[in-house]
């Protein structure tokens, strides 16, 4: 009987496996993209610091990353 029962819910197993595996891509991609966020702000602030850019230009660069870490967030829920 066991056999039969493997059998028969291999499908669903499979599908189970996909949608999770789905789900651990998505979840990578929205790390990986918090991570490039944070490098440029990382960068943004050396700009500043090192005279590149001025107070105005960075406080819009600033904010334009910041919004955009902030989407990820709420439309990725909880980053790891």
Request: charged share 30%.
């Amino acid at each position: 009987m066991l056999l039969v029962d493997d059998i028969l819910l291999a499908p669903v197993h499979s599908l189970f496996w996909v949608f999770r595996e789905i789900y651990n891509s998505a979840q990578e991609t929205i790390a990986t993209d918090a991570e490039s966020i944070t490098a440029e702000l990382s960068a943004l602030y050396m700009r500043l610091e090192t005279g590149k850019i001025t107070e105005e230009e960075f406080a819009a660069e600033e904010k334009r990353l910041l919004e955009r870490l902030d989407e990820l967030e709420k439309t990725g829920g909880e980053i790891d």
